[in-house]
């Protein structure tokens, strides 16, 4: 379903609305069409989101990232260099060997430098390379015993991309087993009864979207128009029709039906109790999918941008967000700015690092990629 666009939301006009008080159906009715509307706003909102975010994110943001950076390996270098300075007491060569190290860590999180690779080994006394393997090893044993499934040697964590593919195809198979794993067995007479209830069901909700397909098939009918320019209407109106058909979409038919001005508050009242029923169980179907598309929007969208799938996020917070991360690397370059000037001077740099304690700890969280 491509995202949409709010121009398209019209179904708070199919809310039923009477005199009378409204029984449970009609109101189960109506709470779904606003849902449904809720649903179909959030989505458009994040159409028009993404590309706002996305757009700034790679004029703005990652030019200052990448300045950041740079000013991360200098100030690194230039702390490698005041190390072996004479001097310096073992006490600040200790210091200085956890600032480069940390330094180094920030750098390496974002791009792949062989030098500071190499500053981040001399200063921390390990190895890159291998501590990363094993994170990366125990992020995979957490993410496979999390979900039950072997996600395979060769896969990349560090590519969100790669993990979410080989996600989706784990549980695909998973799913495919566990249905060919199953042996068939007899069912017994209220599972065949349940059967045979499920399958009338769908008949006629399948019934009652043909119903309304062939009223809005009859009325646009484009060969049937003499006008050029109503043609054309009816024949973009068609189109719509049909796809909204193909997809089972009750809720796109009915609207259609409700610019055609083939019903109205008056008709949807009077829907019997049967047909209302059905209605709602289609439409109880569309929000399910409604609800799995943004979702699925929502796990892209952290994908890419290195977020955590696991923290829900609202299209209006993309940019707030993108303001915090702006203000936080112009914060950083300043920073970095005045620790370069500290370190150029002897006298300075004893002095700032005196009023410096450090700790460094290598992270142990296991931050998922996606």
Avoid at 284 to 289: I, M, N, V
Wanted: charged share 30%; with cysteine.
């Amino acid at each position: 379903m491509p995202l949409l666009s709010r121009k398209a939301l019209l179904s708070p006009s199919l809310v039923l609305t009477s005199a009378a008080p409204l029984n449970k159906d009609q109101k189960a009715f109506n709470t779904l069409i606003k849902k449904i509307d809720a649903r179909r706003a959030e989505l458009a909102d994040w159409g028009e989101a993404i590309p706002l975010f996305k757009q700034r994110y790679v004029s703005e943001l990652l030019p200052l990232r990448d300045r950041e950076t740079a000013l991360h390996i200098q100030l690194a270098l230039s702390l490698d260099m005041a190390h072996g300075q004479k001097g310096v007491t073992k006490g600040e060569k200790r210091k200085l060997s956890t600032m480069i190290a940390e330094l180094a860590l920030l750098v390496l999180a974002r791009k792949d430098d062989d030098q500071i690779k190499a500053l981040y080994n001399t200063h921390s006394q390990s190895d890159f390379d291998v501590e990363e393997a094993a994170r990366q090893n125990d992020m995979k044993s957490m993410l496979e015993e999390m979900l039950g499934m072997d996600l395979g040697d060769d896969i990349d964590l560090n590519s969100p991309d790669e993990v979410m593919q080989r996600l989706e195809s784990q549980f695909r198979a998973q799913h495919e087993a566990g249905q060919g794993q199953t042996a068939p067995r007899k069912k017994t007479a209220k599972q065949l009864a349940r059967d045979a209830q499920r399958e009338a069901e769908e008949k006629q909700m399948s019934q009652s979207i043909r119903e309304v397909y062939r009223k809005l098939a009859s009325a646009l009918h484009p060969d049937r128009e003499p006008d050029p320019v109503e043609r054309q209407r009816k024949t973009e109106l068609m189109q719509r029709a049909n796809e909204a058909y193909e997809k089972g979409n009750l809720l796109q038919l009915l609207e259609l039906q409700l610019q055609l001005e083939h019903i109205d508050q008056a008709h949807l009242a009077t829907l019997g109790e049967e047909r209302l029923k059905h209605y709602i169980k289609i439409l109880k179907g569309q929000l399910g999918e409604l609800e799995a598309e943004i979702q699925h929007v929502e796990y892209g969208f952290a994908a890419e941008f290195g977020l955590s799938p696991f923290e829900r996020l609202r299209p209006h917070e993309l940019m707030p967000m993108l303001h915090a991360d702006l203000a936080d690397c112009e914060i950083n370059i300043r920073r970095v700015q005045a620790e370069l000037d500290n370190v150029g001077d002897p006298k300075q740099l004893k002095a700032w690092l005196k009023t410096i304690t450090l700790r460094r700890q290598r992270t142990t969280d296991l931050d998922f990629p996606f």
